[in-house]
């Protein structure tokens, strides 16, 4: 269930109250986002689109505990983490949410394997923990029997299935996408939506994604639309706001 | 370390460069390392100066000598346990570039005095019969290729005319930097053969009985001779033999400009390096931090590249100094014994980390400080 109305329905994983965000530019102020409300339970799958500049990326980035709002609070699980000091974010960062980012981000010098062990070197895994969780997370996006390959090595779908695998791989509470599929061709577009859509059927995992294509977001669950930093609109793609 | 493999693999990322910068190490490091043996050589061995030894000279002068008459007189101060004498000779072997240091020295006292230096029992022996007899050291043997029985013509420059020595034995020396690269002759053949200054010598060595005694002792050899024709200043060995090199100028000084100049372009080298590694890399610098990654530890992992690379290099370095010095040293023996001890290396090294340190800091707060917002905006 996933609501915007800031009415708190009960109990939500993603719980954000008031959310304002400022920028400022010399002299100018710029209101990002204003005054948003959003409730998202866990094992929702929410697609948040809108022009550029609407402030897709601004929310996802304080969802994910990389930015600070200038009001509001945001409530994950229980924790509020717009209060929270830079580090204890990162623990919480490194715990709690997976990243998938438009551009892949992998670290061109290690191979898939060593990209997607990344996160959990930050844990007290042993190493053949560690070698397991990596299988198994490569596993699940079908990349398997490219574990040794370079991110030069792989297509920009593999990449991005990579990418998706370091995100899963420590298990977090919620995965952010900001535009997944903005760098791939169609084909391999929809892979990686089938391999998110199977995250959450399957696994249950909650996400959150940022897109300008209609064709993936129609996979969520809900729509949201933000227009100038205010979510103006809710549409139910597949189930109900 | 669990991050040493993405440490080890950044450090591989841009092969040139990372060699390069390590290479500028090794280069300054084993420039370290053959100044530090230099400045040692330059020392003349004052680290290897006996405590126990006093040396008396001229007070006016060095060069001016000392009546032999002296050395019964200072053998019996109070605390003295034994003396002996030496003059410098300053003789050619066949060139003036075959420059090696001379000495006529007392064939019955000197190797006493100087125990520390090795000589065979029969090389000794030989040293007090023959009265041309010489003892060459292991390095100038070597050198030249000197051995037990060889004759050794030379021509006198302060004492002119030509000289010719008997090799009776060849001496090593108790350390690995005590200077075996010159010769001893017998002061008595000097005496009976040179056109000037029969009866005197250049300076006297004297063993003390008690190391406690220095400063008395000193005292008294001075006072003892004080307002005479030849007045002395002793001082002890060490102190002896530094302002003995001090006469060929100050090269310690000339040693720590170069290397402080060296060290200093090297830190900005790698420190330029560094910020531009940090700065190619900022989004995965981002990333990091976004799947977890603390500030801290990505400043760590930034020094433990800096300090990866520096270790390295410095290592590389003193590592071909060890090597290569030695042979330096019997190519140019006018620099004496040159070689590189484990305090040097140990230091070097650890100058090498505090650079490489140092040249990562500022690189890495900078890394640090980052802001993942803005870092991912501009990938």
Known sequence: MVSIDGKGN???????RDLDKIYTRGSEEIHVLQGLNLEVDAGDFVAFMGPSGSGKTTLLNLL???????????????????????????NWRARHVGFIFQMYNLIPVLTAFQNVELPLLLTRLSKAERRKHVETALAV??????????????SGGQEQRVAIARAIVADPTFLLCDEPTGDLDRKSADEIMDIIERLVKEHGKTVLMVSHDPRAAERARVVLHLDKGVLIEAAAARGSV | MKSFRLVWANLRRKKIRTTLTIGSF???LFLFGLLAAIRIGFRGGADAAGADRLNTINRVSLI???????????LKIPGVSGITYANWFGGVYQDERNFFPQFAVDKDTWFDVYADYAVSPEGRDAFRKDRQACMVGRNLAKRFGFKVGDRIPLRGTI????????????FDGGRPDADTSGMFFRADYLDENRQFGQGTVGWYVVKLANLDDAVPVTKAIDEQFANSPFETRTQTEKAFTASFAKQMGNVELLIMTIGSVVFFTLLLVTGNTMAIAVRERSGELAVLKTVGFSDVRVLKLILAEAILIAGQGGFIGLALAKIVIPDLSRALP????????????GLGFVLALLIGTAAGVLPAVGAMRLRVVDALRRV
Not at chain 1, 141 to 154: C, I, S, T, Y
Not at chain 2, 334 to 345: D, H, I, K, R
């Open chain 1, 64 to 90: 994910g505990g990389l930015d600070l709002p200038t009001s509001g609070s945001i409530t994950v699980a229980g924790d509020e983490i717009t209060h929270m000091s830079a580090g204890k974010l990162t």
């Open chain 1, 10 to 16: 009960g109990p939500c994983l993603v719980c954000v």
């Open chain 1, 141 to 154: 996006v079908g990349l398997a029997d490219r574990m040794k390959h370079f991110p030069r090595q792989l």
């Open chain 2, 26 to 28: 090794t280069v300054a």
């Open chain 2, 64 to 74: 001016l000598p000392l009546p032999l008459s002296y050395r019964d007189r200072i």
């Open chain 2, 334 to 345: 006018m620099l004496g014994a040159l070689y590189v001890s484990p305090l040097t290396f």
């Open chain 2, 159 to 170: 004492f002119t005319g030509n000289w010719e020595f008997n090799v009776a034995g060849i």
